[in-house]
């Protein structure tokens, strides 16, 4: 579906509503993925879908209800029934209604890239085949997908507002298994003519070649060296901090006060949808524009993100993220970018005494949310350093560490990459976090 | 009307993939319904009503699946649809190495319904959203809870699957679920409650388990035990017996058993991300998983569980077989074309979230059997430990070994009685050996069917609905009081 029609659809389903301010989000998407194993494609598949979203405000009260059903008489039910819903919410005086018209936005270049739009299963196939030669050069086994997707969205509503974005997206990951280790590399893009699986491939089969016969380290603190792919997942547990919700209700570490310094001075975090590596939707989801928001300013915390509801809750600003989930969510900065340094990877590699490099992390948690202490294990290609070398493959390790003291002694690499954890499309170079604690060990 | 809504649809679909050169396929239609209520502060944060209609097809070509999926109901559409599943399986064929698939022949016509006692349609929607503002209001009142909310989710799904073995086969199922929750802050550190467990009681049903889950009666309750922990002493670190609420063993059985035990993830299908298993096919028989009291057993037709069907994804009829027997393992988690390779019948584990996704392994209702002793007797010989109620965190590696759970609240036990709360409990071990330090287990008396509604695994991810029935548990010099450094 195109935006033209997508937006007919959104004004036809807007004809419906019956009482109060209306919005109508209309999205759809045809997203295929394939999937591999052992060198051969297991799972290999394709949807795609259309749905409309009704939220209705009757003064103060709202409800909603959506449906994938397009005809007259299905969004006329959906309709009436978010009205229903509305008019059984109590009235809440914080809601400041929803948005008033405003001018289309542009969406950032290189956010739809034909070329993704129209991937075929054969093109998909021939990125996995890649893959699987570079595996099979080094006696290895290859898991992993390949995915390419074309989404839309049209926010409409009874006040003005009418707007749509379309975009692309494309990844590749790819886990290369020998005897005893792995290795891991991936790459997401907008363009599927981006996505290289000979050369991801091949990375991802050095590394398992290289940490072979993997060793155990005596857990502690360790200086530790995070690829992007790792240090991206340990981001994506900090970004539900800068959420207007979690700061008032006093799950955030920022609940202690904006203002004030709570890392080092070289760490800058800030929410950019239209960053070069990773364009993407230039407003919410009840429409309204999304600002470039500076969540840390070396090290010194700015700013939260909010949606129409809690600005008006908190009497800031709507910085515009509002999030896909209907509800009590709250807003969500899905857009992190995380400043890079000036040094290569390799340099900070050279300038490491005794360390570990990190290529991926997996199953994080929250121990504790409010003093974002997390726990999760290593994976896929873990490395002892010393004397500013990679030497050998280690075997795999828990932490259990804040992610906010790891951060106040931290150097980042240049050239960010970006990776994908959740709903978050993570924008990061490599880090080097001078203490980061590790507290036990696998036998793998 | 008939149970049989969709079935011109598939044929049409069925007849397309044949006709593109599927050597087997099937339709698999869904038209789900999910209402959701939440309460929070005082305001209904959400009120909504989804529905959600579509058909995936499944075609097998030369060893090979394709997968396609859309809520376009036209002929079109249908046609569209087969071919994309075909032209999927053809692309995936040209460069598999291996085969992963053989054509199903089984054939069942059949129809299945969750029993409901009390269908939520009759629950007007004005009194469900009163009563959940009763009840958040309720966990509000100590006074250092700064937020408290309440939800109910209720679900229907309407499923048709047709093969072209003849299948035919549909089936509407109940799902519903409640939650109340706490949140304290002060001193600089925030403690959060909920009841029951830590999502809140999800099993299959109608708006007989909302009530189930007596929200009401123990709202207050969590909202108090949120604001004593932070005036709570820490759980302090050292390695003694623990003893488990049911939901927490539920958890247990879920992260260290459940998903270890899937015969997809053993074979390296889920490799690059939820990862392996240290289980081997040859170890069935000869691996002591636990102890000789633990026995886990597949139930997909448990009364009350979240993943009770007729029949699995891929029109399997659903069975009961043991995971684990007398602390022996005893099996697997199993698809057709995964259980062939084991020379077994499949055992009907196979589920997709919805109509868009791929169906695949998926953990269903796995159930830890219970013991032969009242759930206060599991402190009698208890000298030193702690007892940890709800879970709060949870990580463990991608070989499912190396595990950190950790509780929402715990108790100090000493000498056979329950002393003082102690904040942030939380423990870690091996899995096969804390399930051999596994030394008593509660009887039938608090066995709850405790459904888990958003388990993720696959790519695209899949949250999945699931139950590990379970009763409280005790394990013997279990390391407690990780992850704090101060």
Redesign the interface.
């Known amino acids: 579906m195109i935006s033209d029609e997508r937006e007919r659809l959104a004004r036809r389903a807007l004809s419906f509503a019956a009482a109060g301010e209306t919005e109508v989000l209309v999205h759809d998407e045809d997203?295929?993925?394939?999937?591999f194993?052992?060198?051969?494609?297991?799972?290999?598949?394709?949807?795609?879908?259309?749905?409309v979203?009704f939220r209705v405000v009757l003064e103060g009260r709202?409800?909603?209800?959506?449906?994938?059903?397009t005809d007259d008489a299905s969004l006329r039910a959906?309709a009436r029934?978010?009205a229903?819903?509305?008019a059984?919410?109590?009235h809440?005086p914080?809601f400041p209604g929803l948005p008033d018209g405003r001018p289309r936005i542009a969406a950032p270049a290189g956010a739809f890239v034909e070329a993704t739009a129209q991937a075929?299963?054969?093109t998909?196939?021939?990125i996995?085949?890649d893959i699987?030669a570079a595996a099979e050069a080094s006696g290895l086994?290859s898991?992993?997908?390949v995915?390419s997707s074309r989404g839309g969205i049209t926010v409409a509503n009874s006040r003005g507002l009418l707007d749509s974005f379309d975009g692309t997206d494309c990844g590749v990951?790819?886990?290369q298994?020998a005897p005893d280790s792995?290795g891991f590399a991936e790459h997401f893009d907008t363009n599927v003519s981006a996505l290289d699986g000979s050369r991801l491939g091949t990375i991802a089969a050095t590394k398992a070649r290289a940490s072979s016969d993997p060793q155990p380290m005596e857990p502690g603190v360790w200086t530790v060296i995070f690829e992007p792919a790792a240090f991206g997942e340990l981001l994506a547990y900090l970004m539900d901090h800068f959420s207007a919700r979690a700061y008032d209700?006093?799950?955030s570490f920022l609940?202690?006060g904006l203002d004030k310094a709570y890392t080092g001075t070289n760490v800058t975090l800030v929410d950019d949808y239209a960053n070069a590596h990773a364009p993407g939707m230039p407003f919410d989801f009840e429409g309204s524009p999304k600002q470039r928001v500076t969540l840390l300013e070396n090290g010194v915390a700015r700013s939260l993100v909010t949606d129409a509801y809690w600005a008006a809750k908190l009497g800031r600003e709507n910085t515009g993220h509002a999030g896909p989930y209907?509800?009590?969510r709250g807003p969500e900065p899905l857009n992190p970018v995380l400043a890079p340094g000036t040094k290569s990877l390799e340099q900070l590699i050279a300038e490491t005494e005794r360390g570990l490099l990190v290529s991926r992390l997996?199953?994080?948690?929250?121990?504790?949310?409010?003093?974002t202490?997390v726990?999760?294990?290593t994976?896929d290609g873990t490395f002892l350093i010393e004397g500013g070398k990679v030497t050998r493959g280690v075997r795999?390790m828990?932490f259990?560490q804040s992610i906010l003291e790891a951060l106040r002694a931290s150097e980042f690499s240049s050239g960010p990459a970006r990776t994908v954890s959740f709903n978050y499309s993570i924008v990061t170079p490599a880090a080097k976090i001078a203490a980061f604690?590790f507290?036990?060990?696998?036998?793998? | 009307m008939s149970d049989y809504v969709f079935e011109a649809g598939a044929q049409r679909a069925l007849d397309t993939a044949v006709a593109r050169g599927a050597q087997y396929a099937d339709v698999r239609f869904e038209d789900g319904r999910s209402e959701s209520i939440e309460v929070r502060n005082g305001v209904v944060a959400a009120l909504t009503d989804e529905r959600s209609c579509g058909y995936g097809v499944r075609a097998f070509f030369d060893g090979a699946w394709g997968f396609a999926a859309s809520d376009d109901q036209s002929d079109a559409g249908f046609d569209a649809t087969a071919a994309r599943a075909v032209a999927i399986a053809r692309a995936g064929a040209t460069v598999a190495a291996l085969r992963f698939a053989e054509a199903p022949s089984e054939r069942y016509v059949d129809t299945y319904a969750t029993p409901v006692l009390i269908d939520p349609a009759t629950i007007p929607v004005g009194d469900r959203v009163a009563f959940l503002l009763e009840v958040e209001r309720a966990a509000r009142s100590a006074k250092r809870v700064t937020t408290a909310h309440a939800g109910i989710e209720l679900w229907r799904t309407a499923k048709e699957f047709y093969s072209t073995t003849g299948s035919r086969i549909a089936q509407t199922i109940y799902q519903s679920g409640s939650v109340v929750g706490a949140l304290a802050v002060g001193g600089g550190e925030a403690q959060d409650r909920t009841y029951p467990g830590d999502v809140g009681l999800f099993q299959s049903g109608g708006w007989e388990i909302v009530r189930a889950a007596r929200l009401d009666e123990n709202a207050e309750r969590i909202g108090e035990e949120a604001d004593r922990l932070l005036d709570a002493p820490q759980c302090p670190s050292e390695i003694t017996d623990v003893i488990l609420g049911g939901s927490q063993v539920s958890l247990q059985i879920h992260e260290s058993c459940g998903h270890a035990a899937e015969l997809d993830r053993i074979m390296g299908w889920e490799a690059n991300f939820s990862g392996t298993s240290f289980l081997d096919p040859a170890q069935r028989g000869k691996l002591r998983y636990g102890s000789p009291i633990v026995t886990i057993e597949l139930d997909n037709t448990l009364a009350l569980g979240l993943a009770t069907v007729g029949y699995d994804d891929e029109g399997a009829r659903s069975t009961r077989s043991d995971i684990v027997r007398d602390g022996l393992l005893s099996g697997f988690l199993m698809s057709r074309d995964t259980a062939r390779t084991l020379g077994l019948p499949t055992n009907a584990c196979v589920r997709a979230q919805g109509w868009r996704d791929v169906p695949m392994i998926r953990m269903c209702n796995l159930n830890l059997l219970p013991g032969d002793r009242p759930f206060e007797a599991l402190f009698e010989d208890v000298e030193r430990g702690v007892y940890m109620e709800s879970n709060r965190s949870w990580s463990i590696d991608d070989h499912r070994l190396n595990f950190q759970f950790g509780c929402q609240i715990g108790w100090e036990i000493r000498n056979g009685k329950v002393g003082r709360m102690l904040k942030n409990p939380t423990y870690a071990g091996v899995t096969p050996q804390f399930w051999n330090s596994c030394d008593a287990i509660a009887d039938a008396r608090s066995w709850t069917a405790w459904g888990t509604p958003s388990c993720g695994k696959g790519e695209p991810i899949q949250i999945g609905r699931t139950t590990q029935a379970a009763a409280p548990a005790r394990f013997r010099n279990v390391q407690v009081g990780v992850g704090y450094d101060d």
């Open positions: 997203r295929a993925l394939t999937r194993t052992h060198n051969s494609i297991h799972q290999n598949l394709a949807s795609s879908g259309t749905s979203r709202t409800g909603l209800a959506a449906t994938n059903l959906t029934r978010a229903d819903l509305a059984l919410a109590p809440d914080v075929s299963p054969q998909r196939a021939g996995a085949a699987f086994w898991a992993g997908f995915t990951n790819v886990k298994n792995t209700e006093g799950s609940s202690d209907a509800g009590s997996w199953y994080i948690r929250p121990v504790d949310q409010r003093r202490i726990t999760g294990m994976r795999n828990r259990n604690r507290t036990s060990t696998t036998d793998f």
